[in-house]
């Protein structure tokens, strides 16, 4: 069963404006961490935020922002003010902690940002 | 929180041939993961290397195909054997963070990207 889900391919977004990446997740843990990595071209993968289960508040790091609704079992990444630096591929990433290493990816998104 | 060095970036290779990345952490950690990405794919894991044990390789990889070393605790490498087109990929290795991403998560190498020709 897929674990994580990135319903958009791809996505557009104007420079400057804010953008909203989808994600959700399946779980019977109660106990995981949710993370978003940016792949440029170039193929790194570059950590951006984490999420913890037990969290009570949005994860927020800079322009980043997790958009975290348990019930919903959805992470969805936030990135405000986009600029043409962050076109790249963004995987949303799930660890269940009661299960040991194993790390769970979605498909990935492709985001274009347009000037 | 970790930094890990992956060499090479990138690689043109005959068919046939066997490629060997190198992965060297600057600090000791106990497990390193190898993943591949194949071409607008996600991630899959290969395998993971403890030091001082065998790799422990996912469902349809093999260590005939991907022989992979953990001499000590901060360097490891995986090796393509026998390669086809199908083996190109981006090649990625990873190690568990617990310094800045809040104890959980992992921190990537720069990423070998193959192709086989």
């Known amino acids: 069963a897929q674990k994580i889900t990135q319903t958009q391919p791809g996505m557009f977004v104007q420079e400057k404006e804010a953008v909203t990446l989808d994600c959700t997740y399946d779980?019977?843990?109660?106990?995981?961490?949710l993370f978003w990595y940016k792949q440029p071209s170039s193929g790194e993968m570059i950590f951006l935020i984490y999420?913890?289960?037990?969290?009570?508040q949005n994860a927020t790091e800079g322009r980043y922002s997790l958009n975290f609704q348990k019930a919903r079992k959805s992470a969805n990444l936030v990135i405000s003010a986009s600029q043409l630096g962050d076109s790249a591929m963004y995987f949303c990433?799930?660890?269940?902690?009661?299960?040991?290493?194993?790390?769970?990816f979605g498909t990935g998104t492709s985001l274009t940002v347009i000037p | 929180s970790a930094v890990i060095s992956q060499k090479p970036s990138r690689d043109i290779c005959q068919r046939g041939t066997s490629l060997t990345i190198q992965c060297q952490v600057d600090?000791?950690?106990?497990?390193m993961f190898w993943y591949r990405q194949q071409p607008g794919q996600s991630l899959t894991l290969i395998a993971t290397?403890?030091?001082?044990?065998?790799?422990?390789?996912e469902s349809g990889f093999v260590i005939d195909k991907f022989p992979i070393s953990r001499p000590n605790l901060t360097f490891s490498t995986l090796t393509v054997s026998n390669m086809s087109p199908e083996d190109s990929s981006i090649y990625l290795c990873?190690?568990?963070?617990?310094?800045?991403?809040?104890?959980?998560?992992?921190?990537f190498g720069s990423g070998t990207r193959l192709t086989v020709v």
């Open positions: 600090s000791q950690v106990t497990m």
């Open positions: 990873s190690v568990e963070d617990r310094v800045e991403i809040s104890n959980y998560g992992y921190t």
């Open positions: 999420q913890g289960s037990y969290d009570q």
């Open positions: 779980t019977s843990d109660p106990s995981y961490g």
């Open positions: 990433a799930m660890r269940d902690l009661q299960t040991g290493n194993q790390f769970y």
């Open positions: 290397a403890n030091q001082g044990s065998e790799a422990t390789y």
